[in-house]
């Protein structure tokens, strides 16, 4: 599959009108942003911003991002990494293009957008002082939350 057939499949599957944009596009899955790239021609890669990291809870988050990327355990298969020009936790998956077909790609997609709503609600969580304890980021169920 190229990227504009998947585009053209996510988006007639979705029910709404996605336009590959030079090699990118994106599109909200449970209020969560998520932008797909064409990252060569065999490739997919789905990015999200999580938001900002608090210098406050800095260390605390990047210890437990870390500790999520170990076996992508707390990602769903995704890897957790700072932008450093804006400083905001992202996190980001690669797929071959050609393991994809539209049933994999939606589920894909859903998955990854559970991931995203999830580490959003832990940043959200401690810029608000909620105390939850990240540091021990458990196994990411199949299609789950992550579990702090």
């Not at 990118?24 to 969560?32: C, P, Q, R």
């Not at 938001?51 to 210890?63: F, M, Q, S, T």
Request: a negative charge; proline letters at 3%.
């Amino acid at each position: 599959m190229t990227f504009g057939e998947l585009v053209d499949k996510l988006g007639k599957h979705l029910g709404v009108e996605l336009a590959d944009e030079g090699g990118a596009t994106a599109v909200e899955v449970d209020g969560s942003p998520v932008l797909l790239y064409a990252a060569g021609e065999d490739l997919l890669l789905v990015r999200a911003d999580l938001g900002e990291i608090l210098p406050d809870n800095r260390d605390r988050v990047l210890a437990a991002a870390m500790e999520a990327n170990f076996l992508y355990q707390g990602t769903g298969g995704a890897t957790l990494a700072v932008d450093p020009r804006s400083g905001h936790l992202h996190l980001q998956k690669y797929n071959w293009l050609e393991r994809l077909d539209e049933e994999k790609a939606v589920t894909d997609l859903v998955r990854f957008a559970d991931t995203v709503n999830a580490w959003r609600g832990v940043l959200s969580d401690l810029a608000a002082g909620a105390g939850r304890d990240v540091g021990k980021v458990s196994e990411l169920p199949s299609g789950g939350f992550i579990q702090v």
